[in-house]
């Protein structure tokens, strides 16, 4: 008997001893000779071992839907209401069973068009015409505030025609003032925005849905006049900002656990499952 039949017998032994010492504590692992591979025969079989799949979608009833036919008591759904997304472990099971984890379902809610005109455009300096193209791109979604008149509804074509009026009324005022020992004097420029006599809109309201499958939303927004070169531009701000996108996250959330009637478990914030 040569070398190598010599400690390949010996291997094989040391493998039985391995083996035999594992299996006595339950681990999920087997001891093989040096040179020996693992090859795997799911793909010769008839069907798969297990379900493996990753359903996504930015529709909250085409992932309800998939989780109502789908999702057992093994299932874990995680929700980051901040992010507007939703992940659903299918086959997740828990600490007691453990499951494979390899069929999942994403959500990622997907602004509006409208809710992106509005949020693409808060806090920046805007040309007329550009605030004006917003206006009429988005018609229904806009109600302006007569500022004259402590906030009453003004027209949509009254706003239009104050906003493309808008002009920079500029004078020089000089003050001297003279004392025993000293005399000062200063010179300051005072700038005014006016619409040639028409009122001017102080602030509007903007209602859109910013999600779809969420509801509407009414944003309050207060309007700023700037200049910069002589020319007039306009700056608006949204009222409550974030306050607004807190309630629009719950909304996410109780929407979620109305439309999903199974007996998944609904947990806040997001999971990384099986991750080695």
Known sequence: MDKTAIEAIQALAHAE???KTIAETDLFTVALPNGYHLKDMEKFGNQPNRFRGHFTTHLIDEFADYLNANATENTGIFVDSKKSTAHAIIDMGHGGNPKWGAHKASLTL??????TALTANKDIALSQLTIIDLVEDWPECFTFQDGSKDGEVMGLSAAIAA??????????????EVGDFNAAISE?????????GAPLPK????????????LQV???????????DK????????????RILDDIAVEFKDTLKAKIKTLASFYCGEMAYQNK
């Open 163 to 176: 906003i493309r009026k808008l002009t920079l009324k500029q004078a020089s005022d000089t003050t001297t």
């Open 110 to 115: 997907k602004p509006t068009p409208e809710f």
């Open 218 to 228: 009414r944003f309050e927004c207060r309007l700023r006049a700037m200049y910069n």
């Open 203 to 214: 602030g509007f309201l903007y209602t859109c849905t910013p999600y779809e499958g969420l």
């Open 17 to 19: 001893q391995i083996n």
């Open 188 to 196: 300051f420029d005072k700038i005014e925005v006016n619409a040639n």
């Open 231 to 242: 020319t007039v531009q306009l700056k608006y701000r949204i009222l409550a900002y974030d």
